[in-house]
């Protein structure tokens, strides 16, 4: 009897794992000349919050977010903290005083990586993973 006694915990330790890699429902992947490699989630915060215009090299720092989806909505909550509405009422309002230049919305995976490939400091995030021959780069998160 004593040998099923950490039968559950041991199949609770298995769920959390499971449940945390189906969390992650998106990669952040940059333009390839980004110096960066890994991004804490604070400095990430920060950048999708346009309180951070440059990467440590000085080069500046060009956004792109995805109109809608499942990647959008994970990486906003997970990273940011906010709902998607929240998130755009957020940018319209610091576009509008003149404290930032909103993100660069895109419709989709393809022309995500598009966009960063062709953008020198561009970062982005994507609900698939990119091609190796794509110009971007994953950002790991620390």
């Known amino acids: 009897m004593k040998q099923y006694a950490f039968m559950p915990l041991i199949i609770l ?3 959390s794992a499971s449940l945390y890699t189906l969390s992650a429902d998106y990669f952040i992947i940059a333009n390839e000349n980004v110096p960066e490699n890994k991004i804490d989630r604070q400095r990430l915060r920060d950048i999708f919050l346009g ?3 440059n990467w440590d090299n000085g080069g500046r720092i060009i956004l792109a977010t995805l109109r809608r989806g499942k990647a959008r909505d994970s990486f906003l909550s997970d990273i940011i903290g906010r ?3 929240q998130f755009d009422r957020y940018w319209k309002e610091k576009a509008f005083t003149g404290k930032g ?3 660069k919305i895109l419709e989709n995976d393809e022309s995500m990586i598009d966009f960063i490939a062709s953008n020198d400091g561009a970062i982005g995030y994507t609900d698939t993973m990119p091609e190796e021959d794509s110009k ?3 950002i790991k998160i620390d």
Do not use: E, H, R, Y
């Open 51 to 53: 309180n951070t215009g």
């Open 83 to 85: 709902t998607s509405a």
């Open 136 to 138: 971007v780069k994953i």
């Open 13 to 15: 330790i298995f769920l």
């Open 101 to 103: 230049i909103a993100p």
